[in-house]
């Protein structure tokens, strides 16, 4: 647990970056710039953003990870404040994630998220969900967050 213990303190910190999110599979994609804090202790880390888009869209995330039993298991709150699952294990310096949302969303409960240190200084945050009329992955949000 070690390598994970590193691996999180690595992710901690004050992060801020520009992306895009989509809130529906169909509709356009909203450019967003967004603020995370995220802290780290042991093999667990909680992670908190605010994401802003036009002149009136923001919306609140956050996410808490353990990695204490061998793999990823945590919470996600979405901007709706619904809790939904998230499991899954790290590979390189990306955490792959499952997400099982508390409800449908795009057709279905599920999805995948990842979360991706980029060198020292940056972070991915990316959420992709399976378009059920085409059967192809569609990129629901795509954040990059560099250290700040």
């Not at 804090?37 to 990870?65: H, N, P």
């Not at 099982?100 to 998220?113: E, F, H, L, P, T």
């Not at 059967?135 to 560099?146: E, M, N, P, R, W």
């Amino acid at each position: 647990m070690a390598d994970e213990t590193a691996f999180l303190n690595s992710l901690a910190g004050n992060w801020s970056g520009k992306g895009t999110v989509i809130t529906r599979i169909g509709r356009p994609a909203i450019s967003v710039k967004c603020r995370l804090v995220s802290t780290a202790e042991g093999a667990s880390i909680d992670m908190k953003a605010t994401c802003r888009g036009l002149l009136l869209f923001s919306r609140t995330i956050s996410a808490a990870l353990d990695s204490s039993a061998g793999r990823y298991k945590g919470i996600y709150v979405g901007p709706t404040g619904r809790r939904s699952v998230l499991s899954g294990s790290r590979q390189g310096n990306s955490i792959n994630l499952a997400v099982r949302w508390s409800r449908i969303v795009n057709g279905d409960r599920s999805a995948q998220m990842m979360i991706q240190k980029i060198g020292a200084n940056g972070l991915r945050l990316r959420t992709v969900d399976k378009d059920l009329s085409t059967g192809k992955d569609i990129a629901t949000s795509d954040i990059v967050l560099q250290r700040s």
